[in-house]
């Protein structure tokens, strides 16, 4: 019985963070501005993070904890890079 | 999903309870960067996934691994350590970018230098 | 101890990660004991300012108080955007003058605003000590100066300064 309630959340969950990563999507997209796109871009990478520890909580293998972590990093330096270059790289100065 | 069964009740109930607050609250937060007009508004809305969003979603995943196994489990607090340190600096970078990018177009909306000179008394 | 250690706590954190990273045993223990220590040696080498801690034991009365104001302010801004983009919600700049200057403080401050929905941090000027922040619903300037300045600038100066 519980086992069912927990695999449903867990699928109910999942849905919700691809739902909230087709959110940041739209915005990545539509803009208005660039610096919409790098927020939601960032915001995406978190999301994606999120969606691979519910993968890991549903296979209860312990694996998916790395693979979190390396998105987490590789986002992080991603998103400095390109925020770094909007400061200095498209505005004709 | 069979090693679900071999937790127990309140374990399971408890990570569903986290999962569904954690991933709620971060499609809360992807639905407002869509209603709101404004970059400076939008800069709020993925604090939401960031904070407890993220806290949410990793305390579910230790108490599900430290049911499972019989020690308990703390490896993803890295994972919110490392968002509470690594968010701000990527958000302080993009709200500095925004805001040098209004003024030299000269975006009425910027705020003007003049907020940062201390005012007397103040 | 400071010629062996110069960051102890650094070490101790760097430790910590790794055995958390991979497991609780003698082995690990030592292999990341070496790299902890020779991590904190490559950061002295950088020579980077020394934050100090006077009163470290008012550190979890921060915590406490930042992991309530976080989920607060969560629900806060969660029921503005069921209730969706009203137009009597003022959003806005304020400019906020610290006396706060230990510059790990204001990075301890920058965190729990930056992590806090509702409020961003946008700019600082060094010189003059202004923050600039904004913040999602500015009902009352002079309520959010007092907020920070009361709530975190207070007690950080007590731990830092």
Request: charged share 15%; glycine share 6%; with cysteine.
């Amino acid at each position: 019985m519980t086992a069912a309630i927990l695999l449903w959340s867990v699928t109910a969950a999942q849905a919700m963070l691809v739902a909230a990563m087709g959110c940041y999507a739209y915005r990545v997209i539509r803009g208005p501005r660039a610096q919409d796109r790098v927020l939601c871009l960032d915001a995406m990478y978190v999301t994606a993070m999120l969606l691979v520890l519910t993968i890991g909580i549903r296979s209860g293998s312990a694996i998916y904890f790395e693979a979190a972590l390396i998105i987490a990093v590789l986002g992080f330096v991603s998103s400095i890079a390109l925020a770094k270059f909007l400061m200095r790289g498209e505005v004709i100065e | 999903m069979t090693h679900a069964e071999n937790l127990p009740a309140w374990a399971s109930l408890l990570t569903a309870f986290l999962v569904l607050l954690g991933s709620g609250l971060t499609l809360l937060g992807a639905i407002g960067t869509l209603r709101f007009r404004r970059f400076f508004e939008r800069v709020h809305a993925p604090t939401l996934g960031t904070s407890w969003g993220t806290g949410a979603i990793a305390l579910a995943s230790i108490v599900c691994f430290s049911a499972l196994g019989s020690r308990p489990v703390v490896h993803e607090l890295l994972i919110g350590v490392f968002m509470i340190v690594t968010t701000p600096v990527t958000l302080m970078l993009l709200a500095r970018a925004a805001l040098y990018r209004d003024r030299t177009e000269g975006n009425r909306e910027a705020p003007p230098r003049s907020l940062l000179r201390r005012t007397h008394g103040g | 101890m400071n010629r062996l250690l110069p960051y102890p706590l650094l070490t101790a954190a760097l430790l910590l990660m790794w055995l958390l990273l991979t497991s609780f045993s003698t082995g690990q223990f030592l292999v990341g004991t070496a790299v902890a220590i020779g991590a904190s040696r490559a950061m002295a080498a950088l020579h980077p300012s020394k934050p100090r801690l006077r009163r470290w034991q008012l550190l979890p009365k921060l915590l406490g108080i930042v992991t309530l104001d976080i989920l607060r302010s969560n629900i806060a801004v969660a029921s503005i955007i069921i209730r969706g983009d009203r137009r009597d919600r003022v959003a806005g700049f304020v400019a906020i003058p610290l006396d706060l200057r230990d510059k790990t403080a204001l990075a301890v401050l920058a965190c729990i605003v930056t992590s806090t929905p509702g409020t961003a941090w946008v700019e600082y000027a060094p010189e003059s000590g202004v923050l600039l922040l904004h913040v999602l619903d500015l009902a009352d300037e002079a309520e959010w100066i007092a907020v920070i300045k009361n709530r975190y600038e207070a007690l950080l100066m007590d731990i830092f300064e």
